[in-house]
């Protein structure tokens, strides 16, 4: 199985701050990656495909990059909206796996 | 509006067993790659199984394999889970998803069920 590990696990920061989580995986995975937002109760929303592919209706200030196994996704301006927990999925191969998520403060 | 609502969950005892449906409305349902994930009360996210909308392929989690079976009425715009043989580390929310048509990740997600497996 392709293992897929984030970083930080939290992360504290203000509004208007540029904000980077990264995200590896175990052996590459060429693009094929995804990052879901997932609010308390919610369930979770396609932000990026593909590695760097901006869904519709995500902001703009939501970027995403990489490719082979190493990844990141980056808020420009933190927004309070932003408060969430944010996931990285590989879709190269099955069984599809997950970043153990990053939570996501506004200070 | 693509909508995707999960119902079934709830308590079961060990070894017990239940079974999830997930109604689909506001698109082609027969076209499109279907999935189950679910995620542990205060942790991360894990997928269950895809069922294929062309070619019924289907594949399981190895946490799964041999107790959950996954299936589709397309005429009922449906999607089902049976989960046998439950155990407490099966408690989670269960989510239905949609794979983006032509692409391997979920574009639309259900609200989840809660499934609680205990004594």
């Known amino acids: 199985d392709i293992q897929m590990t984030q970083s930080p696990s939290t992360l504290s920061a203000s509004v208007g701050d540029r904000v980077t989580i990264t995200c590896r995986a175990s052996?590459?995975?060429?693009?094929?990656l995804a990052w879901y937002q997932q609010k308390p109760g919610k369930a979770p929303k396609v932000l990026i495909s593909?590695?760097?592919t901006l869904e519709s209706g995500v902001p703009s200030r939501v970027s995403g990059s990489g490719s082979g196994t190493e990844f990141t996704l980056t808020i420009s301006s933190l927004q309070p909206d932003d408060l969430a927990t944010y996931y990285c999925q590989q879709y190269n191969s099955y069984p599809y796996t997950f970043g153990q998520g990053t939570k996501l403060e506004i200070k | 509006e693509v909508q995707l609502v999960e119902s079934g969950g709830g308590l079961v005892g060990p070894g017990g067993s239940l079974r999830l449906s997930c109604a689909a409305s506001?698109?082609?349902?027969?076209?499109?790659?279907m999935n189950w994930f679910r995620q542990a009360p205060g942790k991360g996210l894990e997928w269950v199984s895809s069922i294929f909308s062309s070619t019924g392929y289907i594949t399981y989690a190895d946490s799964v394999r041999g107790r959950f079976t996954i299936s589709r009425d397309n005429a009922k715009n449906s999607l089902y889970l049976q989960m046998n043989s439950l155990r407490a580390e099966d408690t989670a929310v269960y989510y239905c998803?949609?794979?983006?048509?032509?692409?391997?990740?979920?574009?639309?997600w259900g609200q989840g069920t809660l499934v609680t497996v205990s004594s």
């Open positions: 593909k590695a760097s």
């Open positions: 506001g698109f082609t349902f027969s076209t499109y790659n």
């Open positions: 998803a949609r794979d983006r048509l032509g692409y391997s990740y979920s574009d639309y």
């Open positions: 052996q590459s995975i060429s693009s094929w």
